[in-house]
């Protein structure tokens, strides 16, 4: 294992704001067209501000320790903004949100780094999130950076894949906006087995070549009723990433789900968007207005340990680019798809399996 040993600067006072209202954290987008209106989801609607104020260098034993502290007490308060500054916090284990809290930074300077000893902790179900929503409803993570550390850290453990670097989970109104990750060894934003969700504005990237596999951007297992809309997903600045997003059934069904004006990069070893089937099935998913450029492949279905049905799946107005593979592939148990008004340039063919009310039209060509 490399590690490195950063400074950081911490603080473990809070500080009560009183008369700033927050009214959901539906901040600034930092990227995109994608506007507030477009998700259902408000998060966190606290209006007590609590400012985590930086007194000094702390250890990362003592900055994951009153950052947590910072998170407790606003939930026992029924729920504030823990408002982050500017700076570096190293965190020698994950984050737990509480119900109705939102962490929030400054933005991009605001970083939240997994320290030297980040990986002898271990999150609820054996991963290494560095922030995790795990049962808490009304949430909302805004405005900072994520840094897994993988570039340090060797993340190849046995919990890598059970828990993600931005890890919403068994979650209600869970908004995730204009976060940036960096240096994943896992997943980077993930909404699994939640419902009412808002996936906005963020940037994921995976640099790393050689280290890992299955760096998927943004993945929503088991989850429903959720938009992912406005992010910069690129996978493909290094050899290690994969999907750039990814609806997956694992132990429930991915439902009313819309991915629109999203900016994709699929990686060396997987697609723009996937649809993951297993044993449940995949409906009712709406892909609209996004770019998928420089991918092997553009939209496709694949099985894992099942093969559920497909169905009510809309693709529309997205523009594909530069990719070998075919721009789109659906097969297996197919019903309604409807696959129209898209743009290709410099791809491979569309592939879609036949069924009924299944239709591809107006679909051009054109750079």
């Known amino acids: 294992m490399r590690s490195a040993a950063v400074k950081a600067a911490a603080g473990v006072a809070v500080v009560v704001v009183a008369g700033v209202g927050v009214a959901?954290?539906?901040?600034?987008?930092?990227?995109?067209?994608?506007?507030?209106?477009?998700?259902?989801a408000p998060g966190s609607q606290a209006t007590r501000v609590n400012q985590y104020v930086v007194d000094g260098?702390?250890?990362?034993?003592?900055?994951?320790?009153?950052?947590?502290?910072?998170?407790?007490?606003?939930?026992n308060g029924g729920g504030a903004v823990v408002q982050l500054p500017e700076g570096t916090f190293m965190l020698a284990e994950p984050l737990l949100l509480k119900s109705n809290v939102a962490l929030r930074g400054q933005g991009a300077g605001t970083v939240l780094k997994a320290g030297p000893g980040f990986l002898s902790s271990e999150g609820p179900f054996g991963g290494h999130p560095l922030i995790t929503t795990n049962g808490a409803n009304n949430v909302t993570i805004a405005g900072l950076t994520a840094d897994h550390s993988g570039d340090q850290l060797d993340g190849n453990t046995?919990?890598?894949?059970?828990?993600?670097?931005?890890?919403?989970?068994?979650?209600?109104?869970?908004?995730?906006e204009g976060i940036r990750t960096q240096n994943p060894f896992t997943y980077s934003i993930a909404v699994v087995a939640s419902s009412d969700f808002c996936v906005r504005n963020n940037q994921t990237v995976?640099?790393?070549?050689g280290s890992y596999d299955q760096l998927d951007g943004i993945h929503i297992t088991d989850s429903h009723g959720g938009v992912v809309e406005g992010n910069t997903v690129d996978q493909g600045q290094g050899a290690d990433g994969d999907d750039g997003l990814v609806a997956q059934t694992i132990g429930?069904?991915?439902?009313?789900?819309?991915?629109?004006?999203?900016?994709?990069?699929?990686?060396p070893h997987g697609s723009g968007l996937q649809l993951a089937v297993g044993k449940h099935s995949i409906r009712n998913i709406t892909v609209e207005n996004?770019?998928?450029?420089?991918?092997?492949?553009?939209?496709?279905?694949?099985?894992?340990?099942?093969?559920?049905a497909v169905r009510d799946i809309h693709v529309?107005?997205?523009?594909?680019?530069?990719?070998p593979g075919p721009?789109?592939?659906?097969?297996?148990?197919?019903?309604?798809?409807?696959?129209a008004d898209n743009l290709y340039c410099h791809t491979g063919s569309l592939r879609l399996g036949d069924g009924p009310g299944n239709k591809a039209v107006n679909n051009k060509e054109g750079c």
């Not at 600034?28 to 506007?35: I, L």
């Not at 260098?57 to 939930?75: F, G, N």
């Not at 995976?206 to 070549?209: E, G, I, K, L, Q």
């Open 316 to 323: 529309v107005g997205n523009s594909f680019a530069e990719m």
């Open 290 to 308: 996004n770019t998928f450029r420089n991918s092997p492949n553009g939209i496709q279905t694949g099985y894992y340990d099942g093969f559920a």
């Open 24 to 40: 959901g954290l539906s901040s600034k987008p930092s990227m995109g067209p994608a506007g507030p209106e477009y998700c259902l």
């Open 206 to 209: 995976a640099d790393s070549c």
């Open 252 to 267: 429930a069904e991915v439902f009313d789900v819309v991915y629109r004006n999203n900016n994709v990069r699929g990686g």
């Open 158 to 176: 046995r919990g890598r894949l059970s828990e993600f670097l931005v890890d919403v989970r068994h979650s209600r109104n869970a908004l995730v």
């Open 327 to 339: 721009w789109l592939t659906f097969h297996g148990e197919l019903q309604n798809i409807n696959v």
């Open 57 to 75: 260098y702390k250890d990362p034993e003592d900055t994951s320790r009153s950052l947590q502290q910072a998170i407790d007490a606003a939930a």
